[in-house]
């Protein structure tokens, strides 16, 4: 029985044994297989800094390339130019009861201007908004006759609205507004 014992005593300090042979090695593989990560991260950090020194130098040629680009441009342009001939007008208003002039026309410097009449009295687009205010609301509280005043309202606001746009019109066709 003796024996028995020792043995199994014998073989359970040479398994022990063999497994801290196997942890020390499987430890080395650990740090082998760290350092070859490492050695990948390290390789794939140098590809984008590559990557990105090309990307870095194509920017650099795109952009020298625009300039030269631009600047062939501007030389065919200067060469196929026409010079621009600038004319500068001036208008002077004047009244017409105090005009010495004959016809209201008056010159200075070569430039020749009109007159324009004199700005008297309500606008067209003050007329054409009243008139048609007035005739919306009427026409409003007419059509809508359960609720009158809700139709004279609404009639009177697109009636003026409709007005000043006709008047205004108007007035720049007449010179009284300056056209945009």
Do not use: H, W
């Not at 004959?102 to 004199?118: D, F, I, M, P, V």
């Not at 309500?122 to 009243?130: C, F, H, Q, R, V």
């Amino acid at each position: 029985m003796r024996n028995i014992v020792l043995t199994g005593l014998m073989s359970v300090f040479l398994l022990t044994a063999c497994k801290k042979d196997d942890q020390i090695a499987e430890q080395q593989s650990l740090e082998q297989q760290k350092m070859e990560f490492q050695m990948r991260q390290l390789e794939i950090e140098k590809q984008k800094l590559a990557i990105e020194k090309e990307k870095m130098a194509y920017e650099a040629q795109k952009k020298a390339d625009s300039i030269a680009e631009m600047q062939k441009a501007k030389t065919a342009a200067a060469v196929n130019a026409r010079p621009q001939v600038i004319r500068e007008t001036r208008t002077v208003y004047r009244d017409r009861s105090s005009s010495s002039s004959s016809n209201g026309n008056y010159a200075s410097n070569g430039t020749s201007t009109q007159t324009a009449a004199k700005k008297k009295g309500m606008s067209e687009a003050a007329k054409g908004t009243i008139i048609g205010a007035v005739g919306g609301a009427a026409l409003g509280a007419i059509v809508n006759k359960k609720s009158p005043g809700a139709g004279a309202a609404i009639g009177g606001v697109i009636g003026g609205a409709t007005g000043y746009t006709l008047g205004r019109a108007q007035d720049r066709k007449s010179g009284r507004v300056q056209p945009r």
